[in-house]
């Protein structure tokens, strides 16, 4: 399981909670799934509302300099701190 974030790879502080990964809408179409978005202080503040053990699809993460961050330009740099500043994730809830 995802446990570690690669830009919290200097950071000493290690971080025992739910974890996330890109994902895309590619294939889902027999499953049913909700697109959420939210704002939050830092990805801490998004994953601390999952289960420990949970991994959350997210699409996309915006940054206050507006952005986006996905799938498809990983690893550009975030150019913000992901950890503390206002963040508008887009992420799949999957439906029963």
């Not at 998004?46 to 991994?55: C, Q, V």
């Amino acid at each position: 399981m995802m446990r570690e974030f690669k830009f919290f790879e200097d950071n000493p502080k290690s971080y025992d909670g739910a974890s996330w990964i890109y994902g895309r809408l590619e294939n889902l179409e027999e499953v049913r799934y909700n697109i959420i978005t939210e704002n939050h202080y830092g990805i801490h503040s998004f994953l601390n509302n999952f289960p420990s053990w949970f991994i959350i699809p997210i699409l996309s993460i915006t940054g206050p300099n507006g952005i986006v961050h996905n799938a498809d330009n990983d690893g550009i740099g975030w150019g913000f701190d992901i950890t503390s500043d206002l963040i508008t994730i887009e992420w799949i809830r999957y439906i029963n």
